[in-house]
């Protein structure tokens, strides 16, 4: 630079201040473009060689108030992006969850048994085999147990109560029930719990809930039975649905039922009028029915094994799976009940 080097300079500033001002860039690229190593303000510097000695200190004086000038706007600019706030915009509504759909049929399902005054309790998902098999009329060797497809756990084995497993069915609530009342009727549980077996279609799952209701007293009959079948019948799946028993077979029950209730898409008819009217089979129960479980009267070494005296206590009991009859209710119509616990939310989010 000439004796003009002085003016050079400070135009040279005033060209990169307006590009400073201008330039749209990010906070930490406008960082390294300007005050950066190799940036415009270090090689702006480098010309303060070029001034002549008695403007030196002058343009020593210009290039420090340039950068402090740049350090000021980057921090100035960095702290507005992170304090603006607009008020004026929506807010982001927070996803609601809700109870899983099977967790709301239990809390229906005990609410109807409660209100007739039977008491909700749970017992072990991990219990001995006395109170899931031997106690319910099933000694070790006794084949019918080869139904309940059970998990077995790896324990060293009890005396008395034998091996432990995963329950396969709520059943062996009743036994400790008993146990629980000191063998003194009367008895009115409602015992709902998770239950396992080695099972996997589409009405079964490894692993699922059962809801058992045990019921003894002096003179308990088939009646008290059936009416409190017809009870749930019409608080669950709505007025005019009806219960239905058949003969069965179980250990631990005798006599043993299987319980249905009619279908409410064909009224119990099994047959559905189309528009000619003609009549054809309902697609959903085939047959005017649905299966939900199992029951019968409390059998006499059951009572025995709790304590009760079958000569003067009698009792009903049954157990149902909570997905199975949760299914059937109108407008679900679930045909697969895996869904539950596939952990798909576009189908959890249904209800
Ligand atoms: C029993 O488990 C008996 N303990 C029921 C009982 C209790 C009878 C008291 C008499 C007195 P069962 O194995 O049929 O019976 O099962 C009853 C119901 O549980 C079935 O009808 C079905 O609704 C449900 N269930 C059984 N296994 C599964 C499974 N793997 N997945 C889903 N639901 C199941």
Redesign the pocket.
Same mark, same amino acid.
């Given at each position: 630079m000439s004796d003009n080097s002085i003016n050079n300079l400070k135009q040279a500033i005033t060209k990169l201040r307006t590009q400073f001002d201008n330039e749209d860039l990010d906070l930490d690229a406008k960082k390294t473009a300007y005050l950066g190593k190799k940036g415009s303000f270090n090689e702006l510097s480098k010309e303060i060689k070029n001034v002549s000695n008695e403007n030196k200190r002058e343009a020593g004086k210009l290039l420090n108030e340039l950068k402090q000038y740049l350090q000021k706007n980057l921090v100035d600019n960095s702290q507005q992006k992170t304090e603006w706030t607009d008020l004026t915009l929506p807010g982001i509504k927070q996803k609601k969850g809700h109870i899983h759909p099977i967790s709301q049929a239990i809390e229906e399902i005990s609410d109807i048994f409660q209100k007739i005054g039977f008491t909700r309790v749970r017992y072990p998902e991990v219990d001995w085999d006395f109170y899931a098999f031997e106690a319910l009329n099933m000694p070790s060797d006794h084949p019918a147990r080869d /139904? @309940? #497809?059970t998990f077995f756990v790896k324990t060293p084995q009890n005396k008395k109560m034998g091996k432990m497993v995963l329950t396969? *069915? &709520? !059943?062996n609530g009743?036994v400790r029930e008993m146990e629980r009342l000191k063998s003194k009727p009367p008895i009115r549980m409602i015992n709902v719990a998770r239950?396992y =077996?080695r099972?996997?279609d589409v &009405? *079964?799952?490894?692993m699922? *809930?059962?809801f #058992? %209701?045990?019921v003894v007293d002096k003179g308990i009959t088939i009646q008290h039975l059936k009416g409190t079948l017809d009870y749930f019948a019409e608080k669950f799946y709505g007025p005019g649905t009806k219960s239905r028993i058949r003969p069965f077979h +179980?250990q631990?029950?005798e006599p !043993?039922? #299987?319980v249905d209730f009619s279908c409410h898409i064909c009224k119990g008819t099994g047959l559905i009028t189309d528009e000619h009217g003609d009549k054809n089979k309902c697609s959903f129960c085939k047959s005017g029915w649905h /299966?939900?479980? %199992? $029951?019968?009267m409390?059998h006499p070494n059951v009572l025995k094994a709790g304590g009760i005296d079958p000569q003067e206590y009698t009792g +009903? $009991?049954?157990? @149902? %799976?909570? #997905? =199975? &009859?949760y299914t059937l209710k109108e407008g679900l119509n679930i045909d697969d009940?895996r869904y539950f616990y596939s952990g798909e939310s576009r189908f959890l989010k249904q209800f």
């Open positions: /139904e @309940w #497809e396969p *069915h &709520t !059943s009743q239950c =077996r099972q996997q &009405t *079964h799952t490894q699922f *809930h059962q #058992e %209701g045990l +179980f631990f029950t !043993s039922f #299987e /299966e939900v479980g %199992g $029951a019968g409390v +009903f $009991a049954f157990g @149902w %799976g909570v #997905e =199975r &009859t009940i």
